[in-house]
């Protein structure tokens, strides 16, 4: 999974709300079971998994369902060690103009893998976790 999402990853990710689902693509960052997406607080994403944290991912040749929940705003102290890192790994497109991470409404959001499925070079690999890690 390291390997794979350990840089600026392109995934769908799934919210319900209303009994539908909703997806959308999110630029995510994956370190130790969990994948985390820097957005807007306020979004329709952060309010479906404020109401239902359960999510779906799917990205290059993995699928998996994870735990949603804000940490927070982006320049929280708290957040800095996370926060170098996510500079580092979107570097290409973060502070463009599109994110402002001096606005307190940016957060990151992290995404607990509770199942998923990689497949990689004719390889199948999946994970289980309990709920609520």
Do not use: C
């Amino acid at each position: 999974m390291a390997e794979r999402f350990g840089k600026d990853s392109v995934l769908a990710l799934a919210t319900v709300w209303g009994g539908r689902p909703h997806v959308r693509y999110v630029n995510a960052y994956y370190e130790d079971g969990a994948f985390y997406i820097v957005t807007y607080g306020l979004s329709n994403k952060m309010k479906h998994i404020a109401e239902d944290p359960a999510v779906g991912l799917a990205g290059e040749w993995f699928t998996g369902h994870g735990l949603g929940e804000s940490l927070g705003a982006w320049g929280l102290d708290e957040n800095r060690p996370l926060t170098e890192k996510l500079e580092k790994a979107f570097s290409q497109w973060l502070g463009n103009g599109h994110t402002d991470l001096e606005d307190e409404n940016t957060v990151i959001l992290r995404v607990r893998l509770t199942d998923g499925l990689l497949l990689s070079h004719g390889a199948r690999y999946e994970m289980e976790r309990p709920v609520g890690l």
